[in-house]
């Protein structure tokens, strides 16, 4: 009965949590839309009803510490609901002369992107058990900045609608009457703006204490996990072989399926930049219609058939490949292994949303049984999707560390072949007596390892010239022209070995900044790596520069990024532009960790080859 509990429970806040997510991004929505198009004192007309629908779905949460369904303290709760109420329907609903006001906007901004952070991170935490760690930095960070702006729109939209409250005399209660009592908002207003003066500073304390102990916590669980690990790794002594046999028509089918995955993609993107989302479902269908299924006619022009399509054709491009080669050779690259095991993290709630989107959609086309048919077939998402994302993660795991583990096992016996000091030092035995097979160069003829090297070889070279090319071009117009020429120049070889670029801004000067550093940092990158796949070496200086160069030239690329979305979205329209911004929100706090992360690598690697 406790598991039964437990279980409706986690069910019922995962769907609160997740209905009043979806009700804060409807703020936020609106709320940025409308301040584009008509200025802030548009604003709260457009997003009334969905602010007023998620914040007073708040009240539940009191409830919730109070029945003992979440260990949030009520006594923290409580204060910050109850101003959230007191503003949404004692001050901007009760006088609509603050409306209009600037810092409405900026009140509406902060509470929603604070609430979408919040409600996500808790959302995932009832569905699936976990939050992944930037939810969970943004959840204990966002608010150092967010915060004060919301307290200081709380503040000032309180303050502006004293004199209104005085005038108007609403919710007053003046003597006399028959309970013998006045009452005045007025000065209840000014009681509570006073109370603001102690309890602002007690709640960032709180929270940043809260933000201390849960990122304390999370650094301390991976330390933990990567301890047990390791015990795991060190308790065990060698891997299991096992072998089965295959039907040709299995080992052959994964390549079929492939092929088609391959052409569904390819024409989706074509159509999609070609001729824009409604262009897409006439473009796949035939493949489409091959490799999965067919929907309503009247869903074939919607923007989730795009998401759809481009969501399950990269899943099935890496999950054919992944077992078209375990199946024709017997291993696949871990690149493909991971990939295999890591992109449906993004890409399976992206095609169940552009599913459940789409049936919603053609569910007014419906009649009679279909209708309810499908409408109960919907249902089944709900315990679905957290089932199969939750298995899905453990066989990531399971798979992944397995892979890491060959590896360790690979190093040992590499080791164990070529000393016996360092041999005796470890647990396990030589090679020979582990029945392991010899070290020689025919075991790397055997695996594979002669056409990966020729193809990697290869790829890497052709791609090094290609940005050879592009920065060779690229400098020639700048020296020759001026920088509305560079575009124009290196056009064909940047669509080549990256991709294009709106019109409107092919004749920016950050269209150079931009094209010079990404074409160095790629021109030394797969010399780099041809050398090494080539020959097996590179030279000392050009470690270097390949773990060097970045640290000038990615600041530069990133800024140019940045600059030139910026300077494009003026020129998008409708979904594009929303879409853009909240990518473009992802070099927020992917810039510092990419920078630190190569960073890291660079003095590892420098120290490494120091050493030797």
């Excluded at 608010?143 to 307290?151: A, E, R, S, V």
């Excluded at 000014?190 to 999370?218: E, F, N």
């Excluded at 160095?520 to 520069?545: D, H, N």
Aim: charged share 15%; hydrophobic share 45%; aromatic share 16%.
């Amino acid at each position: 009965m406790a598991g039964v509990g437990s279980a409706v429970r986690r069910l019922y806040l995962s769907v609160y949590n997740w209905v009043v997510f979806f009700g804060w991004a409807q703020v936020l929505y609106y709320a940025v839309l409308t301040l584009r198009e008509s200025g802030h004192k548009a604003v709260y007309a457009a997003v009334e009803r969905p602010l007023q629908f998620a914040q007073t779905a708040a009240v539940m949460e009191i409830l919730h510490g109070l029945v003992g369904l979440v260990r949030s303290p009520v006594s923290a709760t409580l204060p910050q609901i109850g101003s959230r109420l007191f503003l949404t329907w004692g001050v901007l609903w009760s006088f609509p002369e603050t409306q209009s006001h600037l810092l409405v906007t900026t009140l509406v901004i902060s509470w929603s992107i604070t609430e979408i952070i919040r409600y996500s991170f808790f959302g995932m935490k009832e569905a699936f058990g976990f939050a992944p760690s930037w939810l969970l930095w943004l959840r204990y960070s966002t608010f150092m900045l967010l915060y004060p702006t919301g307290i200081s729109s709380e503040v000032g939209l309180i303050y502006i609608a004293l004199p209104y409250m005085k005038a108007s005399e609403k919710y007053c209660l003046r003597m006399p009457n028959k309970w013998n009592f006045s009452y005045d908002y007025f000065y209840t207003s000014i009681l509570a703006l006073l109370i603001y003066v102690p309890g602002s500073p007690h709640m960032y304390r709180y929270m940043l204490s809260q933000r201390k102990k849960a990122l304390s916590k999370a650094k301390a669980a991976i330390i933990l996990d990567h301890l047990v690990i390791l015990k795991k790794n060190s308790q065990s002594h060698h891997l299991k072989a096992t072998a089965s046999k295959r039907v040709e028509l299995r080992r052959g089918q994964p390549r079929v399926w492939f092929a088609m995955r391959l052409q569904v993609l390819y024409h989706a993107i074509l159509a999609l930049l070609g001729g824009g989302h409604e262009a897409v479902y006439d473009a796949v269908k035939l493949p489409l219609l091959f490799s999965q299924t067919a929907a309503l006619t009247e869903t074939q022009s919607h923007v989730f058939i795009t998401s759809l399509v481009l969501s399950w054709s990269i899943t099935e491009v890496i999950r054919y490949p992944f077992f078209g080669l375990r199946e024709a050779f017997g291993i696949t690259p871990f690149w493909l292994l991971w990939l295999r095991y890591s992109t449906f993290i993004v890409l399976y709630p992206i095609g169940l949303i552009s599913e459940v989107g789409l049936i919603f959609t053609a569910m007014p086309h419906m009649k009679g049984r279909t209708f309810y048919i499908c409408a109960a077939l919907t249902t089944i998402y709900i315990p679905g999707f957290p089932y199969l994302y939750r298995y899905m993660l453990a066989q990531r795991k399971k798979n992944l560390s397995k892979r890491k583990f060959a590896g360790h096992m690979l190093g040992f016996s590499v080791g164990a072949c070529l000393g016996g000091g360092w041999v005796k030092a470890t647990t396990l035995k030589p090679c020979p007596s582990q029945g392991l097979p010899p070290c020689n160069s025919s075991m790397a003829g055997d695996d594979g390892s002669v056409v990966r090297q020729l193809y990697l070889s290869l790829y890497n070279w052709v791609t090094f010239f290609g940005w050879l090319e592009v920065l060779f071009h690229g400098t020639l117009a700048l020296l020759g022209g001026s920088h509305e020429a560079v575009y124009a120049a290196v056009k064909l070889p940047l669509l080549f070995s990256q991709t294009a670029a709106i019109a409107e801004t092919q004749s920016h000067v950050l269209v150079t900044s931009l094209v010079l550093s990404w074409s160095i940092t790629e021109v030394i990158r797969y010399s780099f790596f041809g050398l090494k796949e080539a020959f097996g070496i590179t030279p000392f200086w050009l470690l270097w520069l390949r773990y060097s160069t970045f640290t000038v030239l990615y600041p530069i690329g990133l800024i140019s990024e940045v600059g030139l979305i910026f300077t494009a979205m003026p020129h998008m329209k409708g979904r594009s532009f929303y879409i853009c911004a909240g990518l473009t929100s992802l070099y927020i706090p992917g810039f510092p960790y990419l920078y630190r992360y190569m960073l890291a690598q660079r003095k590892k690697v420098l120290s490494k080859a120091k050493t030797a």
